[in-house]
Every structure is written in structure tokens, then in C-alpha cells.
């Protein structure tokens, strides 16, 4: 009985310290808000909502003739970045928050599509407003295996 608890507290901790990681940023860009990666295509689309928040709108659509599945090793699904023109993280949607460390998987059929969205206030880690200028953006997904669904484009605020 003790050593099924030890291997299930190893597991545990070894899962969560997987999970909590929010390092997860693809190394690989594309420079469009397209992406086709094995018939899926995540789009993404900005609407400034007011004066101090933009929402980002995304969808994931299954354009190919398979059904596919994507893994996830933690409640978070997404993270979005901004970065100033030079590279430096001002914005991570990850940031501030913790996710489960929970195994779940999205299947997507042959034609079939999911939406989203997310409001982020302007402000920046550091809980400052970002000036008006132009940012660098990325969205990604963090699923497994990491095939390529990120969106990186130029964002004006």
C-alpha cells in the first residue's frame, strides 16, 4: 500500500511540475494569422474593445480529411505574447495565473471548428498600461504534440 502511494506522489509531482511550466512558447513562427499545420488553421483576429482592452478572437478549424486530436498536459490551452519591437516579454496571458495539472485532449472532425476569446486589459506584466505604439504578437497553442499552431502578427495599439 505504501509504495502504490509513493509511485502516486512521484507521478504527481512530476506531473505538476510539468503542468505548471508556462515556458511553453514555440520556438518555430509563422508570420501570418493563418496557420495550416496538417489540415488545421487557427486564425486570430484583434477588435479593440474600449478604450483600455482589446479582445483577441481565435478559431481552430479542422480543414483537413482526418479527425484529429490534440493533447493537453495542463488546463491551459493557450498563451498569447506581446513583445515590444525589440523582443522584451511586456505581456504574457499566462502571467499571473496557475493551471491544473489535468491530462485533456480536443478531437476535432473532418470539417468541424472551435472559437474563443479573450479580453486583456492593455496592461502589461509589470500591471502598467502599454503605450499606443506597434507590438510584436504571438498565439499559441499548448497542446501535444506542438505542431506549429502559433499565429505571430503585428499588433497596433
Request: charged content about 20%.
Amino acid at each position: 500500500m505504501l509504495r502504490n502511494l509513493y509511485w502516486g506522489t512521484i507521478l504527481a509531482v512530476l506531473l505538476a511540475a510539468s503542468g505548471c511550466d508556462t515556458a511553453t512558447s514555440p520556438l518555430e513562427t509563422v508570420s501570418r494569422g493563418r496557420l495550416m499545420s496538417k489540415g488545421l488553421h487557427l486564425t486570430v483576429s484583434t477588435n479593440r474593445t474600449g478604450p483600455d482592452s482589446l479582445t483577441f478572437q481565435h478559431k481552430l478549424e479542422n480543414r483537413g480529411p482526418e479527425d484529429r486530436t490534440l493533447t493537453f498536459y495542463s488546463s491551459q490551452d493557450f498563451d498569447i505574447e506581446v513583445r515590444s519591437q525589440g523582443g522584451e516579454l511586456l505581456w504574457q496571458w499566462s502571467h499571473d495565473k496557475y493551471f491544473l495539472p489535468v491530462l485533456s485532449s480536443v478531437q476535432l472532425a473532418s470539417g468541424e471548428s472551435q472559437t474563443g476569446e479573450t479580453v486583456w486589459d492593455l496592461k502589461g506584466n509589470d500591471a502598467g498600461h502599454l503605450p499606443p505604439g506597434i507590438y510584436k504578437c504571438k498565439f499559441y497553442l499548448t497542446c501535444s504534440p506542438n505542431i506549429g499552431l502559433v499565429s505571430e502578427f503585428t499588433l497596433t495599439l
